[in-house]
């Protein structure tokens, strides 16, 4: 579905970083070794990537980081991208200084199973930051999937992410214009999670 979806001459999400990630990566250790899933085309990765972080990009849609590698050589960086089912991905164990979800929307079973890998992976003060649709975007036309096991509620996914300590876990209403795949007034929930270090 999301290599027909990416297989356009446009970037379907745009090519301009998530704007919630943009206001907050001033709090990401520099040169940072970030993990990006569900990372698409590439547009967040390639903005951490010219901030001077290291950058992983992860998706299932070959066509999606073909694109994201295009989109970062473009911007004169590098990002190192890896086709993958976040169901079976390895995440690996304290290895991220920070893991990134932008509108990661995935079933219930396997979201609570990629939460719980995101804790595992993140380093001692690592962080997770997030930004997705909550249940309430539903109705909307602006964007996201039309499925409500899909969408986000902010006390679920808070209990699958623990381990972590909140900065920042909050439900908001606000305009997102990301392509014409995001366009218009969206309801989403905002994450900031650390890793404590228990040392």
């Not at 893991?99 to 609570?112: D, G, S, V, W």
């Not at 690592?126 to 909307?140: D, V």
Request: glycine residues 8%; negative net charge; aromatic residues 6%.
């Amino acid at each position: 579905m999301w290599d027909q979806k990416f297989n356009r001459e446009d970037y379907l999400y745009g090519t301009e970083p998530n704007d919630f990630l943009r206001s907050v990566c001033q709090q990401l250790t520099p040169n940072s070794d970030i993990l990006c899933i569900a990372e698409g085309e590439g547009r967040n990765a390639t903005y951490l990537a010219k901030l001077g972080h290291k950058v992983t990009a992860v998706d299932a849609s070959e066509v999606g980081l073909n694109k994201a590698n295009q989109l970062a050589e473009k911007n004169g960086v590098n990002i190192h991208t890896k086709v993958a089912d976040l169901t079976d991905f390895d995440m690996g164990e304290g290895k991220w200084d920070a893991i990134i979800a932008i509108f990661c929307h995935l079933p219930p079973i396997l979201r609570k199973q990629v939460n719980q890998k995101i804790v595992n992976a993140l380093k001692p003060n690592g962080l997770f930051i997030a930004e997705a649709y909550s249940k309430k975007q539903l109705p909307n036309n602006t964007g996201g999937p039309k499925d409500l096991d899909l969408l986000m509620d902010l006390t679920t996914v808070k209990s699958e992410l623990a381990g972590l300590n909140w900065l920042l876990a909050k439900e908001v209403k606000r305009e997102i214009i990301e392509g014409s795949g995001h366009t218009g007034t969206g309801e989403v929930i905002q994450l900031i999670g650390i890793k404590p270090d228990n040392t």
